[in-house]
């Protein structure tokens, strides 16, 4: 069986340095805001290129925090708008919703996955206050259009990174070119720790003290709240492991970047349709533009591909079946027309790919999407 992500594999391979992490912070005694929360910070704030890094519990958190903290410096009230791509994960809208304010739902670039940026300046009004920028499946998704949208309307942009640690933008990487992003370090993504955790990065000095603040119950002094906060914070075991994750991250992606394009070169089947091959730029190390967090494929037969592909030992999942104007949670917008959207969601499936696969696995799912018929 050629698993879809075997997570013990992927953390076997950081032995013994993993359980010595642990036992570092078994031996400290020290569980929360301590030593190994504080270093990770700088090495992940220094690895993006921001100013700031907050540990937080999870990536939805990290969104949240971002806009609460507007909030809570005047920036943002209860029903401004935020435009959102409409084909994101649901955490990128509930982010939004639990704030009291309005996600705006953008069609996505079917070529991409990612917000068109071209269906962006007609959802502007003037409650508009940000965009949230969804890197989704790992590539990057800002584009010169949406800069100069940010800058026509004084906009924020807040990027959703939990997909596309490591990618860059330019020069730039994702996480570094709004004016924060959240991050996620779930299990299964490509920097993952062995449960929830998550950040925000900024280079904002006072976002970065208020989203502190309110990550630890709204408190900067013990005792004494300046907020009404949450108890979002990355814990010592959590941060202690993805410090000996984060400096092998860019060879994994570039691993990643090997994988796909095998698929890419090599998947010859005409009734599939292939993600984009997105170049990437090369100086003094390689700048992926998309980290392959998922290969995503579509086939207008996706329920029968997935079948056929799990009969021959091929585990797949499909990154997402319910697009989120279509759940029970968003029920007033279940009669909206999204096409596009409900296309991608209808058709996509994502295939095996992390940077432990090895040539002759990936040479087998190609060989059975090749026979597909």
Same mark, same amino acid.
């Given at each position: 069986?050629?698993?879809?992500?075997?997570?013990?594999?992927?953390?076997?391979?950081?032995?013994?340095?993993?359980?010595?992490?642990?036992?570092?912070?078994?031996?400290?005694?020290?569980?929360?805001?301590?030593?190994?929360?504080?270093?990770?910070?700088?090495?992940?704030?220094?690895?993006?290129?921001?100013?700031?890094?907050?540990?937080?519990a999870n990536g939805l958190d990290a969104l949240r925090l971002i806009l609460k903290a507007y909030k809570e410096m005047g920036e943002m009230k209860d029903g401004d708008e935020i435009i959102v791509p409409a084909n994101t994960f649901i955490a990128s809208i509930l982010?939004?919703?639990?704030?009291?304010?309005?996600?705006?739902?953008?069609?996505?670039?079917?070529?991409?996955?990612?917000?068109?940026?071209?269906?962006?300046?007609?959802?502007?009004?003037?409650?508009?206050?940000?965009?949230?920028?969804?890197?989704?499946?790992?590539?990057?998704?800002?584009?010169?259009?949406?800069?100069?949208?940010?800058?026509?309307?004084?906009?924020?942009?807040?990027?959703?990174?939990?997909?596309?640690?490591?990618?860059?933008?330019?020069?730039?990487?994702?996480?570094?070119?709004?004016?924060?992003?959240?991050?996620?370090?779930?299990?299964?993504?490509?920097?993952?720790?062995?449960?929830?955790?998550?950040?925000?990065?900024?280079?904002?000095?006072? !976002? =970065?003290?208020?989203?502190?603040?309110?990550? *630890?119950?709204?408190?900067?002094? #013990?005792?004494? @709240?300046?907020?009404?906060? &949450?108890?979002?914070?990355?814990?010592?075991?959590?941060?202690?492991?993805?410090?000996?994750?984060?400096?092998?991250?860019?060879?994994?992606?570039?691993?990643?970047?090997?994988?796909?394009?095998?698929?890419?070169?090599?998947?010859?089947?005409?009734?599939?349709?292939?993600?984009?091959?997105?170049?990437?730029?090369?100086?003094?190390?390689?700048?992926?533009?998309?980290?392959?967090?998922?290969?995503?494929?579509?086939?207008?037969?996706?329920?029968?591909?997935?079948?056929?592909?799990?009969?021959?030992?091929?585990?797949?999942?499909?990154?997402?079946?319910?697009?989120?104007?279509?759940? !029970? =949670?968003?029920?007033?917008?279940?009669?909206? *027309?999204?096409?596009?959207?409900? #296309?991608?969601? @209808?058709?996509?499936?994502? &295939?095996?790919?992390?940077?432990?696969?090895?040539?002759?696995?990936?040479?087998?799912?190609?060989?059975?999407?090749?026979?597909?018929?």
């Amino acid at each position: 069986m050629i698993k879809f992500l075997d997570l013990k594999a992927i953390n076997d391979s950081f032995e013994p340095e993993l359980s010595q992490a642990i036992k570092r912070v078994l031996d400290a005694g020290w569980y929360l805001l301590g030593n190994e929360v504080k270093s990770f910070e700088q090495e992940y704030a220094d690895y993006v290129g921001t100013k700031h890094c907050i540990g937080v519990a999870n990536g939805l958190d990290a969104l949240r925090l971002i806009l609460k903290a507007y909030k809570e410096m005047g920036e943002m009230k209860d029903g401004d708008e935020i435009i959102v791509p409409a084909n994101t994960f649901i955490a990128s809208i509930l982010a939004i919703t639990d704030n009291r304010l309005v996600p705006i739902l953008v069609e996505p670039d079917i070529t991409t996955n990612n917000i068109d940026s071209s269906k962006i300046e007609d959802k502007i009004t003037e409650r508009t206050k940000g965009i949230m920028l969804v890197h989704l499946y790992g590539q990057n998704a800002m584009t010169p259009e949406i800069q100069q949208l940010v800058e026509k309307y004084k906009l924020k942009l807040i990027e959703d990174n939990a997909q596309a640690i490591g990618a860059f933008y330019g020069e730039k990487r994702t996480g570094s070119l709004g004016n924060a992003a959240g991050h996620s370090f779930y299990p299964g993504k490509n920097l993952g720790c062995l449960g929830d955790g998550g950040a925000v990065t900024t280079n904002d000095d006072e !976002l =970065a003290n208020v989203i502190r603040a309110l990550a *630890n119950y709204g408190s900067i002094k #013990k005792y004494q @709240n300046d907020y009404q906060g &949450l108890n979002s914070r990355l814990d010592e075991i959590q941060a202690s492991i993805l410090r000996i994750k984060l400096p092998r991250l860019d060879a994994d992606n570039i691993r990643r970047d090997e994988l796909a394009k095998y698929y890419l070169n090599n998947i010859t089947n005409p009734s599939l349709i292939l993600p984009n091959r997105i170049p990437h730029l090369t100086n003094h190390i390689t700048k992926l533009s998309h980290v392959w967090h998922l290969f995503v494929i579509r086939h207008p037969k996706r329920d029968l591909l997935q079948k056929y592909l799990i009969n021959n030992d091929i585990q797949t999942v499909i990154h997402y079946p319910i697009p989120p104007h279509k759940q !029970l =949670a968003f029920k007033e917008w279940n009669q909206l *027309n999204l096409p596009i959207t409900e #296309k991608i969601h @209808n058709t996509i499936l994502s &295939l095996p790919i992390s940077p432990i696969m090895e040539y002759t696995e990936v040479n087998k799912v190609v060989d059975f999407l090749n026979k597909f018929i």
